[in-house]
């Protein structure tokens, strides 16, 4: 396998400004904006973007860019993301994107790979204003296979690898999507009706603590350096473990904030979509506090399963007290302890409840099976580009046909809801 320069094998160029607003329509051909690329990569149909008309284009003098072309963010921030779309039907597009044409002799698809192989965003000089010159795309070296067949066959292997890659994160969001369903169905809030349930504040049945507060002066009190729970671990619905903190604290502290199984962990804010973003934390770390921005609420007795709580918390009926309830200030959210112990608690049967946390159990180890296989493929992909970018193509096929017999074995699991029935 040779190379050359990307100018050899598409004609490169860059879109238009955009049209002023009241110039797009209904009907036309599509206008691709830098800000659009994520949502089209993922799934989002060209269709559904903003429309230039026949005459609007014809008396702009718009460039219309053919099928096939191969589009990416030149300048701003979007320039450092690497995100390469391939055009499913001719379009216009905006200034801010650079647009590769593949010559004759060169699949398109193909190189769409080259380039998430092989990122443009290595040409950028100045992080801080980023940008790169069609002049020095032209000039960016790429390998080149030597038959067009070559580049079919390289392309058709890493576009298996990538359509597993999309399914296995349809099977994961489908996965949250039927852990709602379930929820809403077991304790009847799909129209919110919860009268037929006791309600009455969190605080009457949990023990609710924040946290350990940074940078205190200790004036010379013995400490130990134990691991605490930030903001940044605390998801909608699971744990970040992958950067754990530690921070110097007294014994007493340690013994007041230290997490135990079944606590939930609940984060007081910050942007609105954190506002009581929380999760069940089950000793993932054996000695482990938390900060004060999160808070610990720990059921007394066994009137409720905390992961009934946190799924509680995660819902529409959750998130709509605590948006109602918060503080706010221009893009920030915050509660206190005070609005969380208020919260309105609807307290179903704790069989019911327990019920609940047992298929949320099920779920989530087909969960971890399935984000185990997404973080495979994913290091399979960029080990299959690698090879197969520099001639070693047919190593990693029986590789790649086992990934394709594992996805079709499982993905009828995710409709079989009756499955997840404890």
């Given at each position: 396998?040779?190379?050359?320069p990307?100018?050899e094998?598409?004609?490169?160029?860059?879109?238009?400004?955009?049209?002023?607003?009241?110039?797009?329509?209904?009907?036309?051909?599509?206008?691709?904006?830098?800000?659009?690329?994520?949502?089209?990569?993922?799934g989002?149909?060209?269709?559904?973007?903003?429309m230039?008309?026949?005459?609007?284009?014809?008396?702009?003098?718009?460039?219309?860019?053919p099928?096939?072309?191969?589009?990416?963010?030149?300048?701003?921030?979007?320039?450092?993301?690497n995100?390469?779309?391939?055009?499913?039907?001719?379009?216009?597009v905006?200034?801010?994107?650079?647009?590769?044409?593949?010559?004759?002799?060169?699949?398109?698809?193909?190189?769409?790979?080259?380039?998430?192989?092989?990122?443009?965003?290595?040409?950028?000089?100045?992080?801080?204003?980023?940008?790169i010159?069609?002049?020095?795309?032209?000039?960016?070296?790429?390998?080149?296979?030597?038959?067009?067949?070559d580049?079919?066959?390289?392309?058709?292997?890493?576009?298996?690898?990538?359509?597993?890659?999309?399914?296995?994160?349809?099977?994961?969001?489908?996965?949250?999507?039927?852990?709602?369903?379930i929820?809403?169905?077991?304790?009847?809030?799909?129209?919110?009706?919860?009268k037929?349930?006791?309600?009455?504040?969190?605080?009457?049945?949990?023990?609710?603590?924040?946290?350990?507060?940074?940078?205190?002066k200790?004036?010379?009190?013995k400490?130990?350096?134990?691991?605490?729970?930030?903001?940044?671990?605390?998801k909608?619905?699971?744990?970040n473990?992958?950067?754990?903190?530690?921070?110097?604290?007294?014994e007493?502290?340690?013994?007041?904030?230290?997490?135990?199984?079944?606590?939930?962990?609940?984060?007081?804010?910050?942007?609105?979509?954190?506002?009581?973003?929380?999760?069940?934390?089950?000793?993932?770390?054996?000695?482990?506090?938390?900060?004060n921005?999160?808070?610990?609420?720990?059921?007394?007795?066994?009137?409720?399963?905390?992961?009934?709580?946190?799924?509680?918390?995660?819902?529409?009926?959750?998130?709509?007290?605590?948006?109602?309830?918060?503080?706010?200030?221009?893009?920030?959210?915050?509660?206190?302890?005070?609005?969380?112990?208020?919260?309105?608690?609807?307290k179903?049967?704790?069989?019911?409840?327990?019920?609940?946390?047992?298929?949320?159990?099920?779920?989530?180890?087909?969960r971890?099976?399935?984000?185990?296989s997404?973080?495979?493929?994913?290091?399979?992909?960029?080990?299959?580009?690698?090879?197969?970018?520099?001639?070693?193509?047919?190593?990693?096929?029986?590789?790649?046909?086992?990934?394709?017999?594992?996805?079709?074995?499982?993905?009828?699991?995710?409709?079989?809801?009756?499955e997840?029935?404890?």
């Amino acid at each position: 396998m040779c190379g050359g320069p990307l100018k050899e094998v598409a004609t490169i160029t860059a879109g238009q400004s955009a049209p002023k607003p009241e110039l797009f329509s209904n009907e036309g051909l599509p206008f691709v904006r830098a800000g659009c690329l994520e949502e089209l990569i993922a799934g989002k149909k060209e269709s559904d973007l903003e429309m230039i008309s026949n005459d609007v284009a014809r008396e702009l003098r718009m460039n219309l860019y053919p099928e096939g072309s191969i589009l990416f963010a030149k300048s701003g921030m979007s320039a450092t993301k690497n995100r390469f779309y391939q055009l499913k039907t001719p379009a216009y597009v905006v200034s801010h994107l650079a647009v590769l044409i593949p010559k004759d002799r060169f699949f398109s698809d193909y190189l769409r790979h080259v380039l998430i192989q092989y990122p443009p965003s290595s040409l950028i000089k100045d992080i801080a204003y980023p940008a790169i010159s069609l002049g020095d795309i032209q000039d960016f070296k790429v390998p080149i296979p030597e038959t067009y067949d070559d580049q079919i066959r390289i392309a058709t292997l890493l576009s298996k690898v990538e359509n597993l890659i999309s399914c296995r994160r349809e099977q994961l969001k489908q996965l949250d999507e039927l852990l709602k369903s379930i929820f809403l169905e077991m304790f009847g809030l799909h129209n919110g009706d919860v009268k037929k349930w006791i309600i009455e504040p969190l605080s009457a049945c949990t023990e609710i603590v924040s946290g350990v507060t940074k940078g205190k002066k200790y004036n010379g009190n013995k400490l130990r350096d134990v691991p605490y729970m930030r903001v940044a671990n605390v998801k909608d619905g699971y744990l970040n473990l992958s950067e754990i903190k530690t921070i110097e604290v007294t014994e007493a502290e340690i013994y007041k904030y230290k997490l135990i199984s079944g606590d939930l962990l609940l984060t007081e804010g910050g942007d609105p979509d954190k506002l009581g973003r929380g999760a069940v934390w089950n000793c993932e770390i054996e000695e482990c506090i938390h900060q004060n921005h999160i808070f610990r609420v720990r059921a007394i007795g066994n009137s409720v399963n905390p992961v009934f709580l946190s799924a509680l918390m995660a819902s529409k009926y959750g998130k709509s007290y605590f948006f109602k309830a918060a503080k706010q200030t221009t893009g920030i959210a915050s509660i206190n302890s005070t609005q969380l112990k208020a919260f309105p608690l609807i307290k179903p049967p704790v069989d019911l409840q327990n019920q609940f946390a047992a298929i949320v159990e099920k779920v989530e180890s087909v969960r971890s099976q399935y984000t185990k296989s997404l973080k495979n493929l994913k290091s399979l992909y960029g080990t299959l580009s690698q090879k197969a970018l520099t001639g070693e193509l047919d190593l990693l096929r029986v590789q790649i046909c086992e990934e394709c017999e594992m996805a079709n074995r499982t993905a009828s699991r995710i409709s079989a809801s009756q499955e997840l029935t404890p």
